[in-house]
Nanobody, 115 residues
């Protein structure tokens, strides 16, 4: 049974920084991708950043140059460094991992950015 736990969310001021961490347990298969998604009130969940086992990264346009995704070699611990935060980054952030067949989600962590 896969278990993903996010941590590091909270309240930040505009221009500040937060580091989100996702820890995966209960999986014995090789992960092919890890990513962070977010969902703001009244909006659909969207991809923020993802990292493949081959090292390729993808970022949502609004976070390019501000957010950085990284992980350990197995993708079992994933980080999202968020710099120069903006109020529009306010959302619940979800960790996601994909293996060959299935994908798994964390419970989410709230990030709130104030002016």
């Amino acid at each position: 049974q896969a278990h993903l736990v996010e941590s590091g969310g909270g309240l930040a001021q505009a221009g500040g920084a937060l580091l989100l961490t996702c820890t995966v347990s209960g999986l014995s298969v090789k992960l092919r991708e890890a990513g962070w998604y977010r969902q703001a009130p009244g909006k659909q969940r969207e991809l923020v950043a993802r990292l493949t086992s081959g090292g390729s990264t993808t970022y949502e346009d609004s976070v390019k140059g501000r957010f950085t995704i990284s992980a350990d070699m197995s993708l079992s611990t994933t980080y999202l460094r968020m710099n120069n935060l903006k109020p529009e980054d306010t959302a619940v952030y979800f960790c996601n991992v994909k293996e060959r067949i299935s994908e798994y989600w964390g419970q989410g962590t709230q990030v709130t950015v104030s002016l």
